[in-house]
């Protein structure tokens, strides 16, 4: 991606999430949010795959699909939510607890952060396991800067970083304050019913990004056009700038004839699917949503101890097991 399509990305994506929020939100989260996930999923399995034991690996995955069954059970109503999100938020303190003694063993500090991370999911559970999950729902849309941060060196990561702090935290901020809301709305272009698909109100979406506390509140319709900016940035770098980074590591270390149809074949599995989760969302845009979650969750928690394995072990690096 050039620069300047790359500046032009993001001064429409900061103006269309703050101008029709719900409009952005929908049509990104369904012509793109299956492709993001998969994508990353992807990424992830190619880039950090040999730096985890088989025996990590195993038990990281039981965990997931204990997710996955908990998000079915809810999806299908034979569990109520509260219940399903604490269960799932248990799990993610498990993830989080296997990568505990491998972050203390390389520097006790980054323990005490694995620790930390447990106590705080654990007391949120407690507190509230919905606004919990809602917190880090959104804190998931700046994982783009830990891939960022572990891939890059030097003086490029320092760019990028610079970059990625305008990007994914000024940005946001700014929106959040109201000034843009203004601005836009002072020349008549905020339109925040507006949606491509029969989604209904923006009220029914709100909590996607938005506490329920806060949804008769003014600073709500501000605080979700920042969140809906964060992912669509979230999906730009996912799918825009990931696949090369992929692609550069499967030339260095595979048969170039070998990636290349895993590649063609990937992109073609990805397009299907979209595609018919894409329809899916024109049919029934929450039922579709809901399903979309089940998949969505497994990218989003298997990268908290994959970045929290990624301050404690380099590249090229294998935990043993």
Known sequence: ?????????????????????LATYTFTLATFGLTHVLTELHYVNHRFHQRLGNSLRLRISQLLLLVICFRILQVFGLIPTWLSISLELSCVVGLVSLVIPILAKKDWRLGVLGTILCVILAVGIFWSATLTLLLFAILHNITPVGFIAEKLRG?????????????????????????????????????????????????????????????????????????????????????????????????????????????????????????????????????????????????????????????AIPEESKVNG
Request: charge should be positive; charged fraction near 10%.
């Open 1 to 21: 991606m050039s620069i300047f399509a790359a500046i032009i990305l993001f001064l429409v994506s900061a103006i269309s999430a703050v101008a029709c929020p």
């Open 155 to 311: 003086w490029q990561r320092n760019r990028a970083l610079f970059a990625c702090a305008v990007v994914f935290f000024l940005v946001p901020l700014v929106i959040l304050s109201g000034i843009p809301y203004k601005f836009l709305s002072s020349m008549g272009l905020v339109t925040l019913e507006a949606s491509l698909f029969p989604v209904g109100g923006l009220e029914f979406h709100l909590g996607a990004f938005v506490p329920k506390q806060l949804h008769n509140q003014v600073i709500a319709i501000h605080a979700f056009s920042a969140a809906v900016f964060l992912q669509s940035m979230h999906y730009a770098v996912v799918i825009g700038v990931l696949p090369k980074w992929d692609n550069a590591n499967q030339c260095r270390t595979s048969n170039r004839f070998l990636t290349y149809y895993e590649k063609k074949h990937f992109r073609w599995f990805v397009t299907f699917l979209s595609a018919l989760l894409f329809v899916g969302f024109t049919i029934s845009f929450i039922n579709t949503r809901a399903v979309y979650g089940i998949v969505a969750a497994v990218h989003a928690w298997v990268e908290i101890p994959i970045l929290l394995l990624a301050l």
